[in-house]
C-alpha cells in the first residue's frame, strides 16, 4: 500500500500523482519505501475527579444525606396525603419532609383548583353536541399529567432528592 510522500493520503496501485496535493509519487528504483501513514491520536481527556451534582434552582441544597434517608417515608406521604406531615409536624423539622410537603401541597392545591373549573367549565359545554364533547374530555383527561407529576415526586422522594415538579415546582406555600 502507498501513500504520498508530501501530504500522506493513501494511494491506490499505479497512481503516479497525488489525487490530493498533485505530488508526482513516481518511486524510482533506487528511492527508499514511502512514508507511512500520520497516525490520529485522540485528543487527552481530563479526567473527572469528584462529581458534583448540579444545584438545581429553588431547591434547597441536601447537606444532610442522613436527613433524607430518614425520612423518606415522610416525604413520598407529603404526595400521597400531604397534610401527614404537616400534622405531625415533620415539616418543621426536616428541610427534606418540608420540601416535599410543600410540593405535595401545591400539587394537590392545583388539582382541587382545576376540578373546580373543569367543572364549571364542562356544564355549558355539555349542550353543544360534538365540540362540547371533545373538549369535554379532552379537559378530563389533564388530571393524568397531576398523576404524573405526583409519581414525579414520589420518585424525588425515594431517590432523596429535592427537585422541584415541572410547572408547579416553583410555588412555596410552607415556609
Known amino acids: 500500500m502507498a501513500f504520498c510522500k508530501s501530504c500522506g493520503t493513501q494511494l491506490n496501485e499505479g497512481v503516479k500523482f ?24 485522540q485528543p487527552q481527556q481530563p479526567v473527572q475527579q469528584g462529581y458534583q451534582p448540579p444545584v438545581v434552582p429553588g431547591a434547597p441544597v441536601m447537606n444532610d444525606i442522613q436527613d433524607a434517608e430518614q425520612n423518606k417515608t415522610m416525604g413520598i406521604l407529603s404526595y400521597i396525603l400531604f397534610f401527614i406531615p404537616l400534622l405531625t409536624g415533620d415539616a418543621q423539622k426536616s428541610p427534606f419532609v418540608k420540601f416535599h410537603a410543600n410540593q405535595g401541597t401545591v400539587l394537590w392545591i392545583a388539582s382541587i383548583a382545576y376540578s373546580i373549573a373543569v367543572s364549571i367549565v364542562s356544564i355549558p359545554l355539555a349542550f353543544i353536541p360534538v365540540i362540547g364533547a371533545i373538549l369535554v374530555t379532552i379537559l378530563w383527561l389533564v388530571p393524568i399529567a397531576f398523576a404524573v407529576l405526583g409519581i414525579m415526586g414520589i420518585m424525588n422522594a425515594v431517590n432523596g432528592r429535592c427537585k422541584p415538579l415541572p410547572i408547579l415546582g416553583g410555588f412555596t406555600l410552607i415556609k
Open 18 to 41: 497525488c489525487p490530493s496535493c498533485g505530488t508526482n509519487n513516481e518511486v524510482a528504483p533506487e528511492a527508499a519505501p514511502a512514508p507511512e501513514a500520520p497516525v490520529y491520536q
